[in-house]
């Protein structure tokens, strides 16, 4: 949906994005800007769940006394059952 916006912004950075991202119109670059916070924001959280996935899969782990291959291997072996499950 799109809407007529009526702001006051700073010319400087707003030159400086067309630049930045190769816009030719104001409204293509703070689109464009828009659009590249948000994809940030959507890979932030990806990544804020992957490690919360791993942090999970340690701490059920417990404390492993062997080497960290050992560590690898079992965690190997918990994503092959979690595909399996899935399938």
Not at 21 to 26: D, F, M, R, S
Not at 34 to 43: G, N, S, T
Not at 44 to 65: C, D, Q, T, Y
């Amino acid at each position: 949906m799109l809407r007529n916006k009526h702001l006051r912004l700073d010319q400087e950075k707003i030159e400086r994005v067309k630049r930045i991202l190769k816009a030719n119109t104001e409204t293509e670059a703070l689109d464009k800007a828009l659009d590249r916070l948000i994809q940030e924001d959507q890979e932030r959280l990806s990544r804020r769940r992957i490690m919360n996935r791993i942090l999970e899969l340690r701490r059920s782990l417990g404390r492993i006394e062997e080497d960290s291959a050992e560590w690898i291997r079992v965690a190997r072996k918990e994503r092959m059952r979690t595909r399996e499950r899935r399938t």
